[in-house]
């Protein structure tokens, strides 16, 4: 298949996410930060939790005024023994260093002996209540990870806003000065040089200090416990992350599958306005804009020029302002409403309400993004740096400067936001920012009701692990099935789905026309031999390219293809396959459509560039090579190489590609540049069995959805299983491998372990040859895979590592023993092993003994036992996968002229290395050590001078 195009005749969605009945859960809260802003957040959804059931216990420093059903306050502040802290309206450099610096070594470990030290915390260690999870703020303090390692509890952490500059390496979320946008400074994800220099500076300190930090707080639980690990441990011991962003605002970034956007659940269904608010809001001729700089800014700090210049404007404008203000306002301007105290979010929902002048806290932004107001933002202190920049580059809003902020400035940025094109805008991106598949409060509860059923999964991602020396180490057929589902999916829902590929459908549907490819080529089937070695892998090259190039001319030269394109319907989604050609993305452009990537495996070693994908050899599993996760230093340099060979085969056919399109077409554009405005990737593949690997927003995982019911065996094979006293094995090597090519020596083997033990075997074998007797050992050239492991008595699955396969056993639960022979077969294989699904053997060193071996360990009850709950850990989603998949195909149809696309994708490589950055440090102290040494030489010789001077003084006052 290469490319389908779907016309939307109606895009009506109900969606209705019926929560069954789950376990109840005993949870623990900890929100060590005394900000009320934060907890709002928090207080959301320890709420949601108490209305679904569990018994949810807080600890926080605020309390709620009428008890819940459910929720139990431990209150910290009872003793009024924290201080309240107001931040000045002003900003500096200065200002931002100290107030983080006060933040993390100050209050750190303050706050830290003050939970600890607190009666009801000591009464909960002390009475053995049992928690199924702690769910934590992770801001400044960490100590109470220690309170979960107590409670031998699960850890959950959260945030209320964007990631911090230690929150980073500990997830491993990849921190880049040149497109990660930073939380205390302005420049967004295309910050200039200075804001660069001024990033690495301050990354680095900050996290100093947060180690610094830690090490203050273990001498303060050190006075409480003995025999706890450090902190630095136990924060490797969190399961998840629940990040309060999300794409739309903050910009698609790298985070790993257990770091989860979560972001605006807290905004809540407006409520009445007061009456005379309500009244001063409705009767406005032109609307209003409303005037907040939030809890924590004192205002009275105000310099007066930034007043003048925001009162001067204010007046001047032909709206009606709503300022939340705790003193009078000079002159009682009569456009002006003031009041100590608003209802934010209400004000916000209100129709009139055109425009949001604001500081840019994450809570403001949020409920603003989310009713479709723009925004002027000012940003003071902390995240709003990034929230103001992010904001600009979103065209939510601007900002300005406080620093240099003028009447005429904010006139005019008034007029720029007021605009009507920029506030259709900002309301479109408000439609995207609420249209998502799982509300952003189910996808919380779901993440935290999945860590409290398996708690003893790990979500990890590798490069978290990894050692800084590798770190820095520079760096057919079975296809069609899986996207037929899908394909067939989208004609169901009603969609219009022309689909070009070599399997036409005998009998479709009226919405389902087939544009058939179907005679043209040879398909791939029974074809690739049973060995693996270096020319294996090579050939694999001039395969996929050689094939990806006979495709692209064989269907431009088709005569259906070349009608559809002159007739040029439209189409409101492309979907192309990214597998080993990219000639579609030519037809996508030449039809105009938004393009959304589909694969039926794991990513290939071209995928990764377009997406802004990291791929990295020391924890990025390679596609064609063995060694997984976690690869030995002769894998790496086996990957580095390879991968390079890869790309360069690869970039030469695209290159022919983009010659046979030039043969049809004028003006395509390069193809990889195509490849980089595809909107969206459905990546064929769940982080439970392939591991957390870093993707931006816009690359979503939904393997599994093939994967149909399994329908009772028949005849033969029905008797064969049901006979079978100790239960069947089933091998296949696939649709594609045939079986028969084997080497005899392996062959042997294999038989000679299927002798030993006591188990009956099915075997997918093409030729006709009997291998062994029929009541040990059944043969068939096709077998119905998924009924087959379906079936309870079938205890392991002896498989090749395809992508389809491994997806079926990971279903149902069947362990694995994995022989891979190419294509992505060496890296499912590792993550069958590492996920714990299953084995793998390479088939080199296939002997009787180590299979016999390979199934023995996987049919240990043990073993088996484990599969199960991962098989269950792969089904347990927010959403279906192929629901998932759908959803996001429709929102592509719905947000068309939107990019998803992560700003590393068009980081500069000088700038994604660091490389300015690195001269500039490495000048610096090259200049240093310059200067020191020059001025030590000059101090040298005025000494020696001196000194001779001296000695001359004293001979010539001795003589005289
Ligand atoms: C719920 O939590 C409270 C406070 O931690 C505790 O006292 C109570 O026993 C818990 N209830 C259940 C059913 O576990
Ligand atoms: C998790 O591991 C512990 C200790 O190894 C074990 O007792 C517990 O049953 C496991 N829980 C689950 C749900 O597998
Ligand atoms: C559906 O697609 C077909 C083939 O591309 C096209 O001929 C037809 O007009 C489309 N129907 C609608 C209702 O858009
Ligand atoms: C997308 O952009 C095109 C051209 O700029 C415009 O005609 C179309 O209305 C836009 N679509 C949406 C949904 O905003």
Not at 85 to 108: A, D, M, N, Y
Not at 424 to 434: D, F, G, I, P, T
Not at 557 to 581: G, H, I, T, Y
Request: charged share 20%.
């Amino acid at each position: 298949m290469r490319l389908s195009g779907l016309v939307f005749v109606c895009v009506i969605i109900i969606k209705s996410i019926l929560f069954k009945p789950v376990h109840t859960y005993n949870i623990l809260g900890v929100f060590p930060f005394m900000g009320k802003s934060h907890f709002y957040v928090f207080e959301a959804y320890a709420k949601e939790l108490s209305r679904r059931g569990h018994n949810v216990t807080v600890l926080s420093y605020f309390p709620q005024k009428q008890p819940l059903k459910n929720y139990h306050d431990i209150d910290l502040g009872k003793d009024n023994k924290y201080f309240e802290f107001r931040h000045p309206i002003k900003v500096s450099f200065f200002h931002i260093l100290v107030s983080f610096t006060i933040l993390q070594p100050v209050v750190g470990p303050y706050t830290c002996r003050m939970i600890l030290e607190d009666d009801e915390v000591q009464n909960l260690l002390r009475s053995g209540q049992k928690f199924d999870l702690v769910v934590m703020e992770q801001f400044n303090v960490d100590c109470p990870l220690v309170i979960a390692y107590k409670l031998g509890a699960p850890v959950i952490a959260m945030t209320s806003g964007v990631l911090l500059p230690w929150h980073y390496s500990r997830y491993g979320v990849p921190y880049n000065p040149s497109y990660v946008s930073y939380d205390i400074f302005k420049g967004g994800t295309k910050p200039t040089f200075l804001e660069r220099i001024a990033r690495t500076l301050t990354y680095h300190y900050m996290n100093f200090m947060q180690s610094v930090c830690s090490t203050s707080e273990d001498r303060v639980i050190s006075d409480f416990f003995k025999d706890v690990p450090p902190i630095e441990e136990l924060r490797r011991q969190v399961k998840l992350l629940l990040l309060y962003q999300n794409f739309v605002v903050s910009g698609s970034q790298l985070l790993p599958s257990n770091v989860i956007e979560v972001g605006g659940f807290h905004v809540g269904i407006p409520k009445k306005l007061p009456k005379d608010l309500k009244a001063f809001i409705e009767e406005s001729a032109n609307g209003v804009i409303y005037v907040s700089f939030g809890t924590i800014l004192n205002g009275s700090s105000m310099q007066r020029y930034v007043y003048d210049a925001i009162l001067g404007a204010l007046k001047k404008l032909p709206y009606r302002i709503v300022w939340k203000w705790e003193k009078e306002i000079e002159g009682n301007p009569d456009n002006v409403y003031r009041g100590k105290w608003m209802p934010q979010n209400d004000i916000l929902a209100h129709p009139k309400v055109v425009a949001f002048f604001s500081h840019c806290g994450q809570l403001g932004t949020t409920e603003a993004v989310h009713h479709g107001v723009p925004i002027l933002g000012m940003p003071i202190l902390a995240d709003q740096f990034a929230n103001a920049a992010i904001i600009e580059e979103q065209r939510l809003g601007v900002h300005v400067d406080i620093n240099k902020v003028t009447k005429e400035m904010l006139l005019e940025k008034f007029n720029t936001i007021l605009e009507p094109s920029f506030r259709a805008h900002v309301k479109e991106l408000s439609k995207m920012w609420r249209d998502r598949p799982v509300t952003a409060l189910n996808t919380a509860v779901h993440w935290t009701e999945f860590v409290a059923r398996y708690p003893n999964a790990t979500f990890r991602s590798p490069i978290a692990e990894i050692p800084m020396y590798q770190y820095l180490c520079l760096d057919g057929k079975s296809h069609y099935i899986v996207h037929r589902i899908y394909l067939q999916e989208l004609v169901r829902r009603g969609h219009n789905v022309t689909i070009i590929s070599h399997f036409p459908e005998t009998n479709p549907p009226q919405n389902h026309h087939d544009v058939s490819l179907a005679g043209s080529i040879k398909i791939l089937e029974d074809d690739m031999p049973l060995v693996r070695n270096y020319r294996t892998v090579i050939s694999i090259a001039t395969f996929l390219t050689e094939s990806g190039r006979e495709n692209c001319e064989v269907m431009l030269a088709n005569k259906n293809v070349q009608d559809l394109m002159r007739r040029k319907p439209k189409f409101d989604v492309a979907v192309v396959e990214q597998f080993n050609s990219d000639c579609g993305l030519g037809l996508a452009h030449v039809l105009g459509a938004p393009v959304v990537g589909l694969t039926s495996h794991i990513l290939m070693p071209w995928t990764y560039n377009r997406f802004g994908i990291p791929y990295h050899p020391a924890y990025v599993s390679f596609h064609f090579l063995e060694g997984g996760t976690k690869p030995t230093l002769y894998q790496r340099i086996e990957r580095v190489l390879f991968d390079y060979y890869f790309k360069t085969r690869y970039y030469m056919a695209q290159k022919r590609d983009q010659q046979s399109l030039a043969k049809y077409f004028d003006d395509i554009p390069p193809l990889e540049d195509l490849a980089k405005e595809i909107k969206l990737l459905l990546l064929y593949q769940n982080f439970v069995l392939t591991g957390s690997q870093l993707f931006p927003a816009n690359v979503i995982e939904i393997g599994g959805y093939h994967v149909s019911e399994a329908k009772p065996l028949t005849g033969e094979l029905l008797e064969f299983v049901e006979e079978a006293e100790h239960g069947v094995i089933y091998i296949s090597f696939g649709s594609v491998i045939k079986s028969s090519t084997m080497p005899e020596d392996k062959l042997q083997a294999l038989l000679g372990a299927i002798s030993e033990l006591p188990q009956r075997f099915i075997w997918k074998w093409e030729s006709k040859t009997m291998l062994l007797d029929k009541n040990k050992l059944y043969l068939a050239d096709w077998l119905p895979q998924v009924d087959i492991l379906g079936h309870p008595k079938t205890l392991a699955f002896l498989s090749h590592g395809g992508m389809g396969g491994t997806t079926e056993a990971i279903h149902f639960g069947v362990p694995v023993v994995a022989v891979p022979v190419f294509g992505d077969q060496p890296s499912n294989a590792a993550a069958i092993e590492e996920s714990g699904l299953g084995v793998q053997l390479q088939i080199y060193e296939l002997t009787k003994d180590k299979i016999v071996g390979a199934f023995k360990k996987v049919l240990d009850p043990g073993f088996r036992a484990n599969v199960k709950e991962v098989s269950k850990a792969w089904s347990d989603r927010p959403m279906k996968p192929l629901d998932t998949a759908v959803y996001w195909t429709e929102y592509v149809a719905r947000h068309p002229n939107i990019t998803y696309k992560p700003a590393a994708v068009n980081t500069p490589l000088y700038q994604y290395i660091y490389l300015d950055i690195v001269i500039v440090f490495a000048s610096t102290l090259l200049v240093l050590f310059l200067f020191t040494k020059t001025c030590l030489t000059l101090a040298c010789k005025k000494s020696k001078v001196v000194k001779q001077k001296n000695k001359k003084d004293k001979a010539k006052s001795k003589r005289s």
